[in-house]
């Protein structure tokens, strides 16, 4: 069971467009991870947010925690075809330590 | 690269037949996770281990076990294999600390059951 929700499932834009990515639940998770994932390969960690309200910002990439610590986004401004893969958002609780992983967004930046 | 191995990077096998995984986490992280990827599960957490001993445990089968060793690298066991059991699997390892559960993946194994 997924206690993740991942929308859009899928996105496909030119390059030089934006694109939001976003990450519900019905839990409060102690923190949250965004990884991508390129295909047959290991996700790769992009970022930790862990407080409510939270933004933190990665070059073009743009992350929010939101107040609640239910709901993430992920924001890319001027996306480049580089960008392209699967963006994995996933979350752990204070006191159980496994991941668990929405279904993930799989994102295709055009040139 | 996150300073996790894993190996084999393929791994092509019979159903009924038992194959082991391996993994070394990143040099001080003293948990490792074991998760299954496949196409319609998505990334599922099967269990993770924390200096060599068992801490939790996901959506493992009876047939898959675990160990991690003294020098903290861990095996995953799959046996009576199964055509469905073809998917990719990955190790992570985190230092298991504070607030924040930064778990870093490995290449993965990509096991197919023919």
């Known amino acids: 069971t997924q206690l993740l929700e991942q929308s859009p499932q899928f996105l496909s834009i030119q390059e030089g467009e934006n694109l939001t990515v976003y990450c519900n639940s019905s839990s409060v998770f102690s923190s949250l991870q965004w990884y991508r994932q390129e295909p047959g390969e290991g996700p790769v960690l992009l970022v930790t947010?862990?407080?409510?309200?939270e933004v933190k910002k990665l070059k073009r990439l743009t992350f929010q925690f939101g107040d609640a610590r239910k709901d993430s986004s992920l924001h890319i401004t001027a996306a480049q075809p580089g960008d392209t893969g699967l963006y994995l958002c996933a979350g752990s609780y204070s006191n159980d330590y496994k991941l668990s992983f929405g279904a993930g967004t799989t994102v295709t930046v055009r040139a | 690269d996150s300073g996790v191995t894993q190996t084999p990077k393929h791994l092509i096998t019979a159903t009924g037949q038992r194959v082991t995984l391996r993994c070394s986490p990143r040099s001080g992280d003293l948990s490792v996770y074991w998760y299954q990827q496949s196409l319609d599960q998505g990334l599922q957490f099967l269990i993770q281990?924390?200096?060599?001993?068992?801490?939790a445990k996901g959506n493992i089968l009876e047939r898959f076990s675990a160990q991690q060793f003294p020098d903290l690298h861990s095996e995953l066991n799959l046996s009576s294999l199964e055509l469905g059991d073809s998917a990719l699997y990955f190790c992570?390892?985190?230092?298991?600390?504070?607030?924040?559960?930064?778990?870093?993946f490995g290449p993965g194994t990509r096991l197919t059951v023919l």
């Open positions: 281990y924390y200096n060599g001993e068992e801490r």
């Open positions: 947010v862990v407080t409510g309200g």
């Open positions: 992570a390892s985190s230092v298991t600390s504070g607030r924040t559960n930064e778990q870093f």
